[in-house]
């Protein structure tokens, strides 16, 4: 029944108040909170420095850093995909940007920067972000380790107190006459700044948790610009200019092709350092799911669309070139922001600092932020990238590409990568190792990588040296096979069975899988061994032709051959420890339910009961029965499990029978046994109570319902068990009912009813695919 709420009639004298199509609802403001505001410090204080450094390694005016800095943490914040992300002048791009100034000038810089942020908004309007992450990640490392090598070199000479040369090489050749010219002053500096940068984060117990409050960054360069003031040490200091004369963009001035190549170079740079941050940031988020709730996967399109406009904006007005910055975009989510208003309120705390601490800014000894960027230059080459990118046999794609940027520059060195990578893909693909050998008896052909007309002589080769009735097995270490190798491996394996010999053809980890031939079931998997065929020919026809006792040896050398030398160290520590599952697991003696797969366990998880009709004989001298008994008190008091699940299945023999048996007749084991499910049948028989129901629907017939009210029936068998009882009213035993649909695979777990007269008192809830459900 619906109430009538009365109204205010309006009038003329009241009108009903209008709200603008985008104004928030009544009562709400914009609100900012704690922990964005805390973040946002944390990563300005981490942002100033850096910006200044960044400029500084790029010979730009050091206010660019600060207008990037600001840009991209107010623009890309607002309008950017990835909430968390926090953007400005990156360290990847400083090779870059140093480059296009002694090129072009900086004016020119300013409007190639432009240019690429325009490139950035076509690329993000035809949603190409995604393509760009299938760069091999082998390149993108090896890209930016090499711009860490270079800015670590460049800097090392301020930081020694000179001035860096235009290339890697000369900086590399210049060293020794550096080295023998030292600028004691700027190297104390320096040393002290690396110094606090190492040890700070290292800091032990109560005191370095409350240090770490301070980013590293910050602690460093104030510490050495105390120590320039107060030991007035004569070094270079930061120059910030009246913003009155600062440089705004310009018309571009050089060679078209030249200008077009630095515009696709910045693009391409700015674009996947950003778009790899937001994937690094989403993962690092998901890894925190309790901290950041509210906070949505990154649009990476869009993401592209704010690098865009801010890199519009920072040209335009004299900046450096903005990306997306992992240092303080980590810092963002370990500082705990929640939103995007935390990257938008680090943009506004440079502005502040940009327009009210110039007197303060203009303390910082320069060589302090050589040391800074120097140390991000070095943190560039990542050691855990390389152990990984070595894994998997592509080290030689990441150090041409790191070698390539290093000596001939960015878009090069990417081209160069980008090139051995396809070129280490077509290697892979064509070469194909195919052995020959004999273990008792048995011939191995053993096929490594793909499988390929070009291999298929050598396969044919190889095939033919095994002799005519020989046992052979064929082991397929590959992804692909391409019709010319399948034409070729069939006809051999007709003909090596004409002659009275055996093939078996296996995966990468001995899983037999489908042969080709007739000899095979196109549509098997590599549970064939243990699965009822209606392939190509009638079960009866395969049961004939296979023996059941075949079936079971050949069953057991699989899993002696495939499975047991992954598990038997996982069984020897059983053997040593024992047993210790967690859950005892009652259900019924089907050949298709398979608990292991339905439940993903694996040895020492389940402790398992089965039996026809998953029945729990109520404990009595008359009815009860020892067997089931006896399992449901070693498990509860002597194994100490900590649930019970009972397990019904759709189709199950046993219920049919309690249904369709009439009563009378011989007492045969198995009518003997049912007995203890004829209290379901009561149950679901009961005038006072309803049928349960299965993810909000009836139950398809009778059969299936009571497999559904037996489940819940033997949970109540279950709570006449004294060793039960006691651990309930303990509170540290749960009990679970399941039913499984063998049709659908689909299982279900049981549910509490409100016990409302319109409701049923048992539902059964679909578990969702990606649903964690303890059992």
Same mark, same amino acid.
């Given at each position: 029944?619906?109430?009538?709420?009365?109204?205010?009639?309006?009038?003329?004298?009241?009108?009903? *108040?209008?709200?603008?199509?985008?104004?928030?609802?009544?009562? $709400?403001?914009?609100?900012?909170?704690?922990?964005?505001?805390? %973040?946002?410090?944390?990563? #300005?204080?981490?942002?100033?420095?850096?910006?200044?450094?960044?400029?500084?390694?790029?010979?730009?005016?050091?206010?660019?850093?600060?207008?990037?800095?600001?840009?991209?943490?107010?623009?890309?914040?607002?309008?950017?995909?990835?909430?968390?992300?926090?953007?400005?002048?990156?360290?990847?791009?400083?090779?870059?940007?140093?480059?296009?100034?002694?090129?072009?000038?900086?004016?020119?810089?300013?409007?190639?920067?432009?240019?690429?942020?325009?490139?950035?908004?076509?690329?993000?309007?035809?949603?190409?972000?995604?393509?760009?992450?299938?760069?091999?990640?082998?390149?993108?490392?090896?890209?930016?380790?090499?711009?860490?090598?270079?800015?670590?070199?460049?800097?090392?000479?301020?930081?020694?107190?000179?001035?860096?040369?235009?290339?890697?090489?000369?900086?590399?050749?210049?060293?020794?006459?550096?080295?023998?010219?030292?600028?004691?002053?700027?190297?104390?500096?320096?040393?002290?700044?690396?110094?606090?940068?190492?040890?700070?984060?290292?800091?032990?117990?109560?005191?370095?948790?409350?240090?770490?409050?301070?980013?590293?960054?910050?602690?460093?360069?104030?510490?050495?610009?105390?120590?320039?003031?107060?030991?007035?040490?004569?070094?270079? $200091?930061?120059?910030?200019?009246?913003?009155?004369?600062?440089?705004?963009?310009?018309?571009?001035?050089?060679?078209?092709?030249?200008?077009?190549?630095?515009?696709?170079?910045?693009?391409?740079?700015?674009?996947?350092?950003?778009?790899?941050?937001?994937? %690094?940031?989403?993962?690092?988020?998901?890894?925190?799911?309790?901290?950041?709730?509210?906070?949505?996967?990154?649009?990476?399109?869009?993401?592209?669309?704010?690098?865009?406009?801010?890199?519009?904006?920072?040209?335009?007005?004299?900046?450096?070139?903005?990306?997306?910055?992992?240092?303080?975009?980590?810092?963002?989510?370990?500082?705990?922001?929640?939103?995007?208003?935390?990257?938008?309120?680090?943009?506004?705390?440079?502005?502040?600092?940009?327009?009210?601490?110039?007197?303060?800014?203009?303390?910082?000894?320069?060589?302090?932020?050589?040391?800074?960027?120097?140390? =991000?230059?070095?943190?560039?080459?990542?050691?855990?990238?390389?152990?990984?990118?070595? *894994?998997?046999?592509?080290?030689?794609?990441?150090?041409?590409?790191?070698?390539?940027?290093?000596? #001939?520059?960015?878009?090069?060195? &990417?081209?160069?990568?980008?090139?051995?990578? =396809?070129?280490?893909?077509?290697?892979?693909?064509?070469?194909?190792?195919?052995?020959?050998?004999?273990?008792?008896?048995?011939?191995?052909?053993?096929?490594?990588?793909?499988?390929?007309?070009? %291999? =298929?002589?050598?396969? @044919?080769?190889?095939?033919?040296?095994?002799?005519?009735?020989?046992?052979?097995?064929?082991?397929?270490?590959?992804?692909?096979?391409?019709?010319?190798?399948?034409?070729?491996?069939?006809?051999?394996?007709?003909?090596?069975?004409?002659?009275?010999?055996?093939?078996?053809?296996?995966?990468?980890?001995?899983? *037999?899988?489908?042969?080709?031939?007739?000899?095979?079931? @196109?549509?098997?998997?590599?549970?064939?061994?243990?699965?009822?065929?209606?392939?190509?020919?009638?079960?009866?026809?395969?049961?004939?032709?296979?023996?059941?006792?075949?079936?079971?040896?050949?069953?057991?050398?699989? #899993?002696?051959?495939?499975?047991?030398?992954?598990?038997?160290?996982?069984?020897?520590?059983?053997?040593?420890?024992?047993?210790?599952?967690?859950?005892?697991?009652?259900?019924?003696?089907?050949?298709?339910?398979?608990?292991?797969?339905?439940?993903?366990?694996?040895?020492?998880?389940? #402790?398992?009961?089965?039996?026809?009709?998953?029945?729990?004989?109520?404990?009595? %001298?008359?009815?009860?029965?020892?067997?089931?008994?006896?399992?449901?008190?070693?498990?509860?008091?002597?194994?100490? &499990?900590?649930?019970?699940?009972?397990?019904?299945?759709?189709?199950?023999?046993?219920?049919?029978?309690?249904?369709?048996?009439?009563?009378?007749?011989?007492?045969?084991?198995?009518?003997?046994?049912?007995?203890?499910?004829?209290?379901?049948?009561?149950?679901?028989?009961?005038?006072?109570?309803?049928?349960?129901?299965?993810?909000?629907?009836?139950?398809?017939?009778?059969?299936?319902?009571?497999?559904?009210?037996?489940?819940?029936?033997?949970?109540?068998?279950? $709570?006449?068990?004294?060793?039960?009882?006691?651990?309930?009213?303990?509170?540290?035993?749960?009990?679970?009912?399941?039913?499984?649909?063998?049709?659908?695979?689909?299982?279900?777990?049981?549910?509490?009813?409100?016990?409302?007269?319109?409701?049923?008192?048992?539902?059964?809830?679909?578990?969702?695919?990606?649903?964690?459900?303890?059992?």
């Amino acid at each position: 029944m619906s109430a009538c709420v009365p109204t205010r009639p309006t009038d003329s004298a009241h009108p009903p *108040r209008a709200h603008k199509p985008h104004a928030p609802p009544p009562g $709400k403001r914009f609100r900012i909170a704690g922990a964005d505001l805390s %973040a946002s410090v944390a990563v #300005f204080l981490i942002a100033l420095p850096l910006s200044l450094g960044i400029a500084l390694a790029t010979g730009a005016p050091l206010q660019a850093g600060l207008v990037a800095a600001a840009v991209g943490g107010i623009l890309v914040g607002a309008l950017g995909g990835s909430p968390l992300q926090v953007s400005g002048p990156a360290a990847g791009l400083t090779v870059v940007t140093a480059d296009l100034i002694q090129q072009y000038g900086w004016r020119t810089t300013c409007a190639i920067t432009v240019f690429a942020g325009l490139a950035q908004l076509g690329l993000g309007c035809v949603r190409v972000a995604r393509t760009a992450l299938a760069v091999s990640p082998a390149v993108v490392h090896g890209m930016l380790a090499g711009i860490g090598v270079t800015i670590a070199v460049a800097q090392l000479h301020i930081v020694l107190g000179g001035t860096p040369q235009s290339s890697v090489l000369d900086n590399v050749s210049a060293l020794p006459a550096q080295l023998a010219d030292l600028h004691p002053a700027a190297l104390t500096i320096s040393v002290l700044t690396l110094t606090i940068l190492l040890l700070w984060p290292r800091i032990p117990g109560r005191a370095g948790r409350i240090a770490r409050i301070l980013p590293a960054a910050l602690v460093s360069v104030a510490a050495a610009t105390a120590a320039a003031s107060l030991g007035g040490l004569g070094v270079d $200091k930061v120059n910030l200019p009246s913003w009155r004369s600062h440089a705004l963009a310009g018309l571009p001035d050089g060679p078209v092709l030249g200008l077009i190549a630095a515009v696709l170079t910045t693009t391409l740079v700015c674009s996947v350092q950003s778009l790899l941050g937001a994937v %690094a940031v989403d993962k690092v988020v998901a890894g925190q799911h309790d901290l950041h709730q509210g906070v949505r996967r990154s649009d990476l399109d869009r993401e592209l669309l704010g690098q865009g406009a801010a890199n519009i904006v920072s040209g335009t007005l004299g900046g450096l070139p903005v990306a997306g910055v992992a240092v303080r975009s980590m810092a963002n989510v370990r500082a705990g922001a929640v939103s995007r208003n935390s990257t938008m309120l680090h943009g506004v705390w440079v502005v502040v600092a940009a327009l009210l601490l110039v007197p303060v800014l203009e303390l910082i000894p320069l060589a302090a932020l050589a040391a800074l960027v120097m140390a =991000v230059g070095i943190q560039m080459v990542s050691l855990n990238h390389i152990r990984t990118i070595t *894994r998997h046999r592509e080290i030689l794609v990441y150090a041409v590409t790191t070698l390539g940027v290093v000596t #001939f520059g960015v878009l090069e060195g &990417v081209a160069l990568g980008v090139a051995v990578a =396809v070129a280490v893909s077509l290697h892979r693909l064509a070469r194909t190792r195919i052995t020959h050998c004999e273990v008792d008896g048995v011939h191995h052909v053993r096929v490594r990588g793909q499988l390929t007309f070009l %291999a =298929v002589p050598r396969l @044919s080769r190889t095939l033919h040296l095994v002799p005519h009735d020989a046992q052979v097995i064929v082991e397929l270490d590959g992804s692909f096979m391409d019709h010319a190798a399948y034409e070729s491996l069939q006809c051999w394996q007709d003909a090596h069975a004409a002659h009275g010999g055996s093939v078996e053809i296996t995966g990468r980890s001995g899983t *037999r899988i489908a042969e080709p031939g007739s000899a095979a079931h @196109s549509c098997c998997r590599p549970w064939t061994p243990w699965r009822n065929h209606h392939c190509d020919r009638p079960q009866e026809e395969e049961q004939a032709a296979r023996p059941s006792s075949h079936q079971l040896a050949s069953g057991i050398s699989a #899993f002696q051959r495939n499975t047991a030398p992954h598990v038997r160290g996982e069984l020897a520590r059983l053997a040593r420890e024992g047993q210790q599952p967690a859950q005892l697991f009652l259900t019924c003696a089907d050949s298709r339910v398979v608990t292991s797969m339905i439940t993903s366990s694996g040895p020492g998880d389940l #402790f398992v009961v089965r039996n026809v009709g998953n029945l729990v004989p109520v404990p009595g %001298a008359e009815s009860g029965d020892d067997s089931v008994g006896a399992a449901i008190e070693y498990a509860v008091d002597v194994l100490r &499990v900590r649930s019970i699940t009972v397990c019904g299945h759709s189709g199950c023999g046993a219920m049919q029978a309690l249904l369709n048996t009439p009563p009378g007749g011989a007492q045969t084991p198995l009518k003997r046994w049912l007995r203890h499910g004829l209290p379901s049948l009561e149950r679901m028989g009961a005038q006072d109570r309803s049928w349960a129901r299965l993810a909000g629907r009836a139950p398809a017939d009778a059969v299936e319902q009571l497999c559904l009210t037996n489940v819940v029936q033997q949970l109540e068998h279950l $709570k006449a068990h004294e060793s039960v009882a006691r651990r309930l009213a303990e509170g540290d035993l749960e009990l679970h009912g399941m039913y499984f649909h063998v049709g659908e695979a689909q299982s279900y777990l049981l549910t509490e009813g409100t016990g409302a007269e319109q409701l049923p008192d048992e539902v059964f809830d679909q578990v969702a695919p990606t649903a964690r459900i303890k059992v």
